[in-house]
């Protein structure tokens, strides 16, 4: 007993100087791994025994790759960070599904087959009960708050659909190989956690998104629609050059961008600038210049408010480029003209 008192004084005194330098402050695999202990031994009586294995901040896709070809991926939700993400072996899984309904860990062999929602289920329990006592022996750390407040989210099929659910550019990833019940199943569990994003100096422009490079270089078709006739089938197939179509008054004046689906981007109204025709987005879609009433012929009935505008031939000269930037020299010398942004 002589002989150990010394090494036992050492001992405190070194954790007291490792305290006040901050030496003892948890760090994000042993928080982790205790929390899930604890959490195992609180709900079922259950060992659990992590053995860190990796502990690497990493950009997303190659964190993702870093999964494996077979876990169970569960997204960690949060109200306003990032999603994160838990990967589970199946011998894992098979261990917590046997814990809760035969009360032990057996041998039996895993199933191999597609997970399941309710697979997905049987990890909440361990989820809910680690990540708020691995928050709290994080208290403290303020570079890490951004860990707190994660729980159980929802089963995700596969990497590339977990890919899509993950926002951030770089994740924290944290991996343990587990023991179950004194190593009756053991297999690995991955933890991803988004990293804040850097903060912007006043001045210094933001980073670009994740997906902004990509999102440049993809195809957008979109075109200006001035107005809709809606005619029966048989009518539309009828037509031919010379015909008359009736148009509403407002049609030469407001417009639409549509995208290709359907989906109206900017209203405004139309104009012309520097010779060529031109949308002012975002203006009240009213005519520029209100319509100059048509006369009605004898022969034909009054209607209120109606244009007729004749339909054009059909020639080799409206076959147009597929896309929308070509020049209409000359062809907006009718439309009214349409201000310089600034200039009132």
Known sequence: MTDTAPDTVLHRKAQAQRR???????????????????????LWGLTLVPRPLADDTLP?????????????????????APCGLVGFDRDIVAGLID????GRVTHLPAEMRAYTPTDAAMTAPLIDAALPRFASMLSGQ?????????RFGALVEDAPSAGLALEAESYHLVEFEVGLAQDTRTGRVMFLFPEPAPQVE???????GKH????????????????????????????R?????????????????????????????????????????GADPQALVKPEPVPTLPSEPAETGITKVP??????????PSDLTYALDGGATDLPRVPEPGSG
């Open 212 to 239: 902004e490079t990509v999102l440049k270089l993809a195809p957008v078709r979109m075109q200006a629609v001035l107005t809709r006739v809606h005619l029966p089938l048989d009518k539309a197939r009828a037509l």
């Open 241 to 281: 050059p010379g015909d008359v179509l009736t148009l509403s008054p407002q049609a030469t004046a407001s417009a639409a961008l549509v995208l290709s689906g359907g989906h109206v981007v900017a209203r405004g109204r139309l104009g012309q600038m520097n010779g060529f025709r031109a949308i002012r987005i």
């Open 202 to 208: 006043p001045g210094h422009p933001a980073a670009p």
């Open 20 to 42: 006040v330098l901050g030496g003892g402050a948890w760090s994000i695999p042993r928080a982790l791994g205790r929390a899930l202990s604890i959490a195992a031994d609180a």
């Open 311 to 320: 339909l054009p031939a059909v020639s080799s000269a409206f076959d147009l």
């Open 142 to 150: 303020t570079d890490l708050d951004h860990l707190r407040d994660y």
């Open 99 to 102: 814990v809760q309904t035969l």
């Open 60 to 80: 997303v896709d190659r964190a993702l790759s870093r999964l494996g070809h077979d876990p169970l991926l569960v997204v960690l939700d949060h109200d306003t």
